[in-house]
């Protein structure tokens, strides 16, 4: 045997589950096709900018993240807890009052949250606030837009803000993935102030294939896995591995290219990277758009937001980068660049001919189809040696992602104890 375990993907999950494994004392060999560790997680830096492949951020309140990253070692650079609103020609800002008491007044008086929203919105949150255990009863799942409706909350906060918030968040305009999932993952936005690690996204998963104790093996991509009397092999255009177990890590989209699982549904989105000269905004939130009549989005941009505004290191001195995201649920998800500028004059109210495009992402497998009833499923055996992992696997998340792997690894080390 070449080793103990294979693991196929360095991404977070098998980056994690390498990282477990290897505690308990195990050898490991990490395959990654790629030409870097991250997976979903990466960085391009273009110009002297971070460009993430596709905007995302790190939520420091996620439990697996807490426990089993350092997050003081990357430097995270936050938003601010709220998100900035255009409608038509006003734009209004709304902040967690206790955090950002300057803006206290302007939230409390919005249009954007009527009472009875407010209400409504406590009333469903609150308990899954209150008690985590409630959002992992399947049988009392449903749709978010069914959930939505028979909460009452179906005024200007959720039309206006709520809507279009999680459709980027899901990469999911549908309102059809799970109730639960989505208060699982609010509470993590109470709980926690995202934001960016100085040196990029992927810094991440870099800092997680620093603590293994073999360098992962980059650019060498696992075309087929069989087991063998005594353990698995795998086939690589660098020739076969055999180990004693192996843990199949990759995305949703390439799960059933190499185990006999079906290829989880996907949802996508694209991310325009643009460098500024002079700074469109000065606040550090998301900004959403309101404008269509009847709310959400007048234009293909769901989101956008001056990054370098809460994470300075994204950009060079003197100069500022602006994300805008678009979702590939929608016809016009596949916008041109002319498009994305015409949005983006009308969300910023500014001229974008100064503006120069760094790079555009189009991600069309950014997380797996989160739909009711949300389970947290445990890795899957696909055979007497081969487990799958992943967040597909566990739920669409950076927290998903991490926990499965790390089950993963310690379900693998019993199987090898
Ligand atoms: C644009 C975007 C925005 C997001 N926003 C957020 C967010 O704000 N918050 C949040 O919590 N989550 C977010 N996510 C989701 C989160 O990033 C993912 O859930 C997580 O990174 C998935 O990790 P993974 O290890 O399961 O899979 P992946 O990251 O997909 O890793 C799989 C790895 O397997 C490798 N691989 C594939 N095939 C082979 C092969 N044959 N041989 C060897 N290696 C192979 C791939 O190259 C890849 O490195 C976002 C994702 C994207 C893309």
Redesign the pocket.
Known sequence: MDTDIIV????????QCARRAERSGLRVIV????DS?????RTDQVDGFLC????????PA?PAVHDWIDVPGLGLQRFGVGVVVRSGQTTSTLARPLRHPQLALETLRSEHLPASDVLALARWLGPALLRPSLVRRAEQDQTLAVAFDEAGLTGRLRRDVLDTFLAG?L?DSTGGSSANFVRY?MRFFALGV?GLPRAGMQALPEQMAAWLDQPVRLR????GIREISDGVQVD?DDGAIRARAAVV????Q?VG??TPLPTPATRG?T?WWFRTPEQPQQHPYLILDASRPGGGPAGPIWHTAVVSNAAPSYAPAGEHLVEATTLLDRPDGRADEAAVRRDLERIYQTSTQRWELLVH?V?P????AQLPPFVEREPRWTGDRVLV????Q?S??????LV??DRAGRVVGDLLA
Do not use: C, K, M, W
């Open positions: 196929i993907g360095a991404g977070l999950a098998g980056l395959l990654e096709a790629e560790v991250g997976g979903r997680v993430d492949r596709g905007f995302q951020v790190l939520n996620y968040v990469a993952l995202p060498v991509a696992a075309r690589t890590a990759v995305g949703p390439v290219a190499l989105l991310t992402h991600v497998h950014t997380l797996p992992t992943g967040d597909h566990g669409g998340s950076i927290q998903g992602a499965s792997g």
